[in-house]
């Protein structure tokens, strides 16, 4: 996978609620702010949070990619800046929430991210 792939293999990975698939996007230590808010340190405690997601909020989301860019850093690195359209996340009742915004900013070396942070955009 190189750095360009890295925002549609992300995409691809949460739609599926592919939890292995979303921790392997991450380094051994590398950080995650996931879209509800939790914060993980370091590959298994990002598997814990996306699986966490993936059995809430995110049960059946998918995402629908918008603007996006790649910013290379330097040998190996680079900032992958992605907006999505959120389809499908639902409430605590199950019930489906509006479709919302969010953005994926990820610092990858080697391909992997080593800081991950996805985030709803204000309305």
Same mark, same amino acid.
């Given at each position: 996978m190189s750095a %360009?792939? @890295? /925002? =549609? =293999?992300? %995409? %691809?990975? @949460? +739609? /599926?609620?592919?939890?292995? +698939?979303?921790a392997g996007l991450i380094s051994p230590d590398g950080s995650v702010l996931t879209l509800s808010g939790a914060w993980a340190e370091g590959q298994i405690a990002a598997r814990a949070a996306f699986a966490a997601e993936a059995s809430g909020l995110c049960a059946r989301a998918r995402l629908v990619t918008g603007k996006g860019d790649l910013l290379p850093l330097g040998p190996g690195s680079a900032l992958v800046r992605q907006r999505y359209v959120v389809t499908g996340a639902v409430d605590e009742a199950g019930g489906e929430l509006p479709r919302f915004g969010a953005l994926l900013v990820a610092v990858l070396v080697d391909e992997l991210a080593v800081s991950l942070t996805f985030t709803a955009l204000p309305g």
């Open positions: %360009a792939d @890295f /925002a =549609r =293999r992300f %995409a %691809a990975c @949460f +739609g /599926a609620q592919d939890v292995e +698939g979303l």
